[in-house]
């Protein structure tokens, strides 16, 4: 499939490498190429500056975004959540209009410090703003509960967990699943929750995964739905 | 131990009816125990009248919340989130004063329909408003990330699935997991996520808990943190 992943931090190049690997189109989306390949730095998480993971990802291009959306079949966005909806307003509607956008983001909100809050939550989510903010594109929030590292290699952490699904066009939604297929993730290991509302409790979790994160000591785990 | 349960619904009368086969010495805290007597239907959510609940558990008294809650050990909020901060103002604070309370609520709120919202999220937590309220009780958040069943008779779901403390004093921890522990709870079972403030987390999954009550078909599962 010819693929954007908008966003160049980790998820963003955990997404677009793997899929770029499965031999998927992929180009990766940001507001500003010569910015972005500009940084020497690692970022605060510690990832290496964009440039030097480009070297290894010859065949992923950066572009700016309302580019890197055009005569795409599928948008992954990959952005912090603070920023996803200004990503896709540089997207661009016509660019998503009737796209499927796979929303991988967390409105985590850093400004009050650490651990973060979320910026919209309880009686909205991100995934519901984003299909509201453009009714004609075709929302499925998934992936966004776990690290990056889990998201595309689900075997690095044993037994059947589950990674959710929620959107309110069904067709989406099986694109998305044969994409997580793809990714390592078997059909019973993925959970439908239903329509896009459904984002808001995947999103509300994070302050739990967050605890998770620190009582397991990083982030290599994830929930399974034990049930009879 | 002497335990005071407030709270008559489902989730007061599981762990007021189990702790009492355990020999614990239990009542039940109301607001109006005649009022509670009283009542002849069952509740939104079916369960039969308290009185006839009670004609099976009568080594367990029920009482006026001051009452129930005076010369206690331990205290156990099994009150809906809504009114559990004036059912704590009821028992007062003297008696709650050096107590460990285990806050089993969720502040659910379903003014504004079903699904639920929550009435205090994200910067917040009911766990937290209670420890505030009450600073010298020992407040400890577990237990509301399942069904009243699961949490008394973990068992009846397969595999290590998990139960969450949350609080600020180590010796009240311990004590709870002791108890958790007598309820079925293997110490592996038990994660600990630190300060109360990371009942936030554990309340904020509710949605999600609740759209996996639809994905699932009923309340019979639990999460299991699945690592390496």
Redo the contacts between chains.
Sequence with gaps: MKITVLGTGMVGRALAGRLAELRHDVVVGTRDVEETLGRTDSDVMGNPPYAEWQQTHQAVTLLPFAEAGSHRELIVNATNGGGSLAALEAVGAANLSGKVIIDVANPLDFS?GRPP??SV???DSLGEQIQRAYPEARVVKTLNTMSAHVMVDPA????S?GV?V?GDDPSAKSTVKSLLGELGWPDEQI????GIR?A???E??L??????W???GGG?????????
């Design positions: 009050q809050i979320l939550s309880n009686t690095r952490v044993p037994g967990h959710f929620a959970i439908d929750l239903g459904a808001r409790g995947t509300m979790y302050p739990l995964w967050l605890s998770l620190g009582a397991v290599d785990f994830n929930i399974v739905v034990a049930r009879n």
